[in-house]
C-alpha cells in the first residue's frame, strides 16, 4: 500500500512560517509529479503547489505565490513545502499527493492565528 507520510505543521502567528515535509518510501518517487493541496473549513480542497519529476518546473496558486516553495529530494523520496509569511487565510488542512495518481498523505492542520 502506497503511503505518503507528512510532518509538520502546527500553530503559528501570522507572519510566521511553517516548512512540512512529506515522505513516500514505497512510491517509485522520482515517475511523480508531486503537489500540496488545502482544504479550509467549508471550502473545496485546491491545489497550492506542484513540482515536477525532475524538480525542474514549480507552479503555484497565486494566493500562495512568492511566500511558499515547494521543493523535493528524489534520493530521500521526500517532497518539501516551505510557507513563509503566513496568513490567516492559509489556515487549512494541508495534503501532500502524487499529483493525479490518486496517492495522498493523512493531512496536517495549519492553523495562522494570534
Known amino acids: 500500500q502506497v503511503q505518503l507520510v507528512e510532518s509538520g505543521g502546527g500553530l503559528v502567528q501570522p507572519g510566521g512560517f511553517l516548512r512540512f515535509s512529506c515522505a513516500a518510501p514505497?512510491?517509485?518517487?522520482?515517475?511523480?509529479?508531486m503537489s500540496w493541496y488545502r482544504q479550509a473549513p467549508g471550502k473545496e480542497r485546491e491545489l497550492v503547489t506542484m513540482?515536477?519529476?525532475?524538480?525542474?518546473?514549480?507552479n503555484y496558486a497565486d494566493s500562495v505565490l512568492c511566500r511558499f516553495t515547494i521543493s523535493r529530494d528524489n534520493a530521500k523520496n521526500t517532497v518539501y513545502l516551505q510557507m513563509n509569511s503566513l496568513k490567516p487565510e492559509d489556515t487549512a488542512v494541508y495534503y501532500c499527493?502524487?499529483?493525479?495518481?490518486?496517492?495522498w498523505g493523512q493531512g496536517t492542520q495549519v492553523t495562522v492565528s494570534s
Open positions: 499527493s502524487a499529483y493525479r495518481a490518486g496517492y
Open positions: 514505497v512510491l517509485t518517487f522520482s515517475s511523480y509529479t
Open positions: 513540482i515536477t519529476r525532475s524538480g525542474g518546473t514549480t
